[in-house]
């Protein structure tokens, strides 16, 4: 466990502070009104984060610790795209989707270091937030249709319960749920107050439809509590591994029949879904995954943009939005090898143990396969904000 200060009492900037009134406020009621799309939310929020970069003397040219990982990501990302023989639209989508990431890794590392947010105004502030989403989401869930009525915004009735956050980004307020979780179990704080966040958190996860957040968040839970007392506890750690261990191995043997089973049912799924991906309107949800297994293997894609044009709105099959099917089919295992192991690499430098660097590396990587991450503003500033704490305190205890 570690303890976190506030580094400053530095009065947030405006700029800093608009984008996050849009971003995890309001930018739901432009869409729900109709008078911005997400993506023009997005490019609102984005302006405001590099007129903060530009105030605060963030923009330059010069290589920085903090940055130069992803530079070097975004630049293998396009050898990569030149190599596939992406097209010019190509290389603009993907610059954007690069950008957006880099503004967003800069401007939350400018924001902890200058401590215009610090773990002790989290602490003091989270409560009263969670609770407003607990109420704007328990309103949501029981009033459903008429959100779908009124909305201006296309939308379905699985996706009316996010919050203050974006129109159906039930699995991005979720998966930021997840990330304060762990990043509080990392917090020398109060144990009441953190304990009151993490449940908040919890019971904002169990209001939104997504199943699979909902399971994803009880296994993060429990793996993040284990490493967090085994990190307080070195002495133990090799005992809680060993046994950790020894329990896969009897479960596995005790269950193998099943398992085994298991995994022909899956693959017979898979192989399902692959086969007729191209049939109809939209492919199973898992297609891709069987594509990878039983079709030819692609080593550096097939081009940018291959798997969902934004601009023209065109899929080469729909199995939803992806950041692991997008990677994959547009820039092959060379793209997913690039983008995963830049983020695995932020992510693991600014862990306070490798236990819980993988946990948080294994719950970004599951949401990344049912969700476009690379332009989720609010899951991305999110995670590279309580990194960013994270790391200063190591540094500087």
Same mark, same amino acid.
């Given at each position: 466990?570690?303890?976190?200060?506030?580094?400053?009492?530095?009065?947030?900037?405006?700029?800093?502070?608009?984008?996050?009134?849009?971003?995890?406020?309001?930018?739901?009621?432009?869409?729900?009104?109709?008078?911005?799309?997400?993506?023009?939310?997005?490019? @609102?929020?984005? #302006?405001?984060?590099?007129?903060?970069?530009?105030?605060?003397?963030?923009?330059?040219?010069?290589?920085?610790?903090? *940055?130069?990982? #992803?530079?070097?990501?975004?630049? &293998?990302?396009?050898?990569?795209?030149?190599?596939?023989?992406? +097209?010019?639209?190509?290389?603009?989508?993907?610059?954007?989707?690069?950008?957006?990431?880099?503004?967003?890794?800069?401007?939350?590392?400018? *924001?902890?270091?200058?401590?215009?947010?610090?773990?002790? %105004?989290?602490?003091?502030?989270?409560?009263?937030?969670?609770?407003?989403?607990?109420?704007?989401?328990?309103?949501? %869930?029981?009033?459903?249709? %008429?959100?779908?009525?009124?909305? %201006?915004?296309?939308?379905?009735?699985?996706? *009316?319960?996010?919050?203050?956050?974006?129109?159906?980004?039930?699995?991005? @307020?979720?998966?930021?749920?997840?990330?304060?979780?762990?990043?509080? @179990?990392?917090?020398?704080?109060?144990?009441?107050?953190?304990?009151?966040?993490?449940?908040?958190?919890?019971?904002?996860?169990?209001?939104?439809?997504?199943?699979?957040?909902?399971?994803?968040?009880?296994?993060?839970?429990? =793996?993040?509590?284990?490493?967090?007392?085994?990190?307080?506890?070195?002495?133990?750690?090799?005992?809680?591994?060993?046994?950790?261990? &020894?329990?896969?191995?009897?479960?596995?043997?005790?269950?193998? +029949?099943?398992?085994?089973?298991?995994?022909?049912?899956?693959? =017979?799924? /898979?192989?399902?879904?692959?086969?007729?991906?191209?049939?109809?309107?939209?492919?199973?949800? @898992?297609?891709?995954?069987?594509?990878?297994?039983?079709?030819?293997?692609?080593?550096?894609?097939?081009?940018?943009?291959?798997?969902?044009?934004?601009?023209?709105?065109?899929?080469?099959?729909?199995?939803?939005? =992806?950041?692991?099917?997008?990677?994959?089919?547009?820039?092959?295992?060379?793209? /997913?090898?690039?983008?995963?192991?830049?983020?695995?690499?932020?992510?693991?430098?600014?862990?306070?143990? &490798?236990?819980?660097?993988?946990?948080?590396?294994?719950?970004?990587?599951?949401?990344?396969?049912?969700?476009?991450?690379? *332009?989720?503003?609010?899951?991305?500033?999110?995670?590279?904000?309580?990194?960013?704490?994270?790391?200063?305190?190591?540094?500087?205890?």
């Amino acid at each position: 466990m570690i303890s976190i200060q506030g580094t400053s009492s530095a009065k947030m900037p405006y700029s800093l502070l608009f984008f996050i009134v849009v971003v995890y406020f309001v930018g739901f009621v432009f869409q729900i009104f109709g008078w911005l799309s997400i993506t023009q939310t997005n490019v @609102l929020a984005l #302006f405001l984060l590099f007129s903060f970069l530009f105030f605060n003397g963030a923009l330059s040219f010069r290589l920085k610790k903090h *940055t130069i990982s #992803f530079y070097i990501l975004s630049v &293998l990302m396009l050898v990569v795209g030149v190599i596939n023989g992406s +097209d010019f639209l190509g290389f603009l989508v993907y610059i954007y989707y690069l950008g957006a990431a880099l503004v967003m890794l800069s401007a939350a590392t400018l *924001t902890a270091d200058k401590g215009f947010i610090s773990a002790r %105004k989290l602490e003091r502030f989270l409560p009263f937030y969670l609770m407003v989403q607990i109420l704007v989401c328990s309103i949501q %869930k029981t009033i459903p249709d %008429k959100i779908l009525d009124f909305s %201006k915004t296309q939308l379905s009735i699985e996706d *009316t319960v996010s919050g203050t956050f974006y129109l159906a980004s039930d699995a991005s @307020l979720a998966f930021c749920c997840m990330l304060l979780s762990i990043f509080f @179990l990392s917090y020398q704080g109060g144990f009441a107050r953190k304990a009151l966040i993490i449940l908040l958190g919890t019971v904002i996860v169990f209001l939104t439809n997504s199943k699979a957040m909902q399971l994803l968040h009880l296994m993060v839970l429990v =793996s993040a509590v284990v490493s967090a007392v085994v990190h307080r506890h070195p002495a133990r750690r090799m005992v809680v591994y060993v046994c950790a261990l &020894l329990v896969a191995v009897c479960i596995c043997l005790v269950f193998l +029949d099943d398992i085994i089973v298991a995994c022909d049912d899956a693959l =017979s799924v /898979l192989h399902h879904a692959y086969d007729r991906r191209l049939n109809g309107p939209a492919a199973h949800r @898992l297609a891709p995954f069987g594509e990878i297994l039983f079709g030819d293997l692609s080593i550096f894609g097939s081009g940018f943009i291959a798997y969902f044009n934004p601009i023209a709105k065109t899929w080469l099959y729909y199995s939803g939005f =992806s950041l692991f099917y997008t990677i994959y089919i547009d820039c092959g295992l060379v793209g /997913l090898a690039v983008i995963y192991g830049g983020f695995f690499w932020i992510i693991m430098k600014n862990s306070v143990s &490798l236990a819980m660097g993988c946990i948080t590396f294994a719950a970004f990587f599951a949401f990344s396969v049912f969700n476009f991450a690379l *332009t989720d503003l609010s899951v991305l500033f999110t995670l590279f904000m309580i990194l960013r704490l994270l790391r200063n305190n190591r540094c500087s205890s």
